[in-house]
């Protein structure tokens, strides 16, 4: 699928651990795009599927990846000078 042609995307985030695999789909997903309301130190995985005119796109690879918590995104933030974005 060509990316000029896509509408929009569908983004499904599987939260993995801990508790059950509870997936929410997040639909005219645009790119880039920022998944808000994760839980700290949980496992998600998450895939993206294009969606265009002509229809649905292959689902992408599944990424998973780990949430820190609260604490370990203070220290990293002092240690780089980064800070979140998402957080106002």
Do not use: C, W
Not at 12 to 37: C, F, H, M, W
Not at 52 to 71: D, K, N, W
Request: aromatic share 6%; proline share 6%; no cysteine.
């Amino acid at each position: 699928m060509l990316s000029s042609s896509v509408l929009y995307y569908d983004l499904s985030v599987t939260k993995l651990r801990p508790g059950p695999g509870v997936t929410t789909t997040y639909t005219s997903a645009q790119s880039p795009d920022i998944i808000e309301n994760l839980e700290p130190r949980s496992e998600y995985e998450v895939s993206v599927q294009a969606v265009s005119r002509l229809g649905r796109g292959e689902p992408s690879s599944r990424l998973g990846f780990m949430t820190s918590s609260h604490r370990e995104e203070i220290e990293r933030s002092a240690e780089t000078g980064e800070r979140d974005v998402t957080r106002t």
